[in-house]
């Protein structure tokens, strides 16, 4: 099922951005200009986090290992604010995260809906789509033979 942005609430592309290549994003948003003026309410600051998993997908969690996250928060002239949560030490990813999740929070959310999250969402799902080919082709299917005998 392929998911796009019209789907998709607040927390969905929050996540879409998160995952973006931030070169991407950074080339989306050159074409929006004017962006608005801003302030951080927390500049962009790296941190970690605790991942944690389960055995099989079931079991009871356990702590797996820490990643490298940063995390921004900025406000708007015009009072939105924007949040963002980026893997890895990239400053000017999560910033420009927050301002994308500031700007669908206003008037301006169509018009960044559809210049940079529909094509990060189409994106995504050609990645998706490519590697389920790529796994589907190493996909091995197992018969068992009969010997003859009765």
């Known amino acids: 099922m392929k ?3 019209d789907d998709i609430g607040r927390k969905g592309w929050m996540s879409l951005l998160a995952k973006a290549p931030p070169a991407r994003l950074a080339t989306l948003l050159d074409g929006l200009e ?3 003026d801003h302030q951080f309410l927390r ?3 790296i941190g970690a986090v605790m991942v944690r998993g389960r055995m099989g997908g079931s079991g009871a969690p356990f702590n797996l290992g ?3 996250v940063t995390r921004c928060t900025l ?3 015009s009072g939105e604010v924007g949040h963002a949560w980026v893997q890895g ?3 000017g990813h999560a910033r420009r995260a927050a301002l994308v999740d500031a700007l669908m929070q206003g008037p301006r959310a169509d018009e960044i809906r559809m210049h940079v999250l ?5 994106e995504a799902e050609a990645r998706r789509t490519a590697r389920a080919a790529k796994a589907a082709a190493t996909k091995v299917e197992f018969f068992t033979m009969a010997r003859g005998e009765d």
């Open 3 to 5: 998911i796009t942005p």
């Open 89 to 91: 030490r990239d400053k």
């Open 118 to 122: 529909d094509p990060l969402a189409s």
């Open 34 to 36: 004017p962006l608005p």
């Open 43 to 45: 500049a962009p600051e």
């Open 66 to 68: 820490e990643m490298t």
């Open 75 to 77: 406000r708007l002239t």
